[in-house]
Nanobody, 119 residues
Framework: QAHLVESGGESVQSGGSLRLSCSTSGFTHSKYCMAWFRQTPEKEREGIAFISTDGTSTYDDSVKGRFTISLDAAKTTLYLQMNTLKPEDTATYYC?????????????WGQGTQVTVSA
């Protein structure tokens, strides 16, 4: 069974940096997309960074230019490098994988890791 585990969330001051990691296991094939989502109590879960099966990455406008998503060659670890953090980046961050055709639905989720950015 596919499994994702996030790590790296912590408290940091505004302007600081963090790198989140997401370890993968149990996938039966390598043709899946991955992404980072985040959620706060006030907002619905939102996708912020995506990486496709060919390695193409896309970003939500809220993080473009500050965050970078990457995946190691063996697809064992997904990363999210977060720079110039702002208080509004405070959220629980989740990694997710879309294993079906066309990556239409993210069907595998991690448990989340908390990022808190203080002003």
């Amino acid at each position: 069974q596919a499994h994702l585990v996030e790590s790296g969330g912590e408290s940091v001051q505004s302007g600081g940096s963090l790198r989140l990691s997401c370890s993968t296991s149990g996938f039966t094939h390598s043709k899946y997309c991955m992404a980072w989502f985040r959620q706060t109590p006030e907002k619905e879960r939102e996708g912020i960074a995506f990486i496709s099966t060919d390695g193409t990455s896309t970003y939500d406008d809220s993080v473009k230019g500050r965050f970078t998503i990457s995946l190691d060659a063996a697809k064992t670890t997904l990363y999210l490098q977060m720079n110039t953090l702002k208080p509004e980046d405070t959220a629980t961050y989740y990694c997710a994988a879309a294993t079906g055709l066309g990556c239409l639905i993210y069907n595998v989720w991690g448990q989340g890791t908390q990022v808190t950015v203080s002003a």
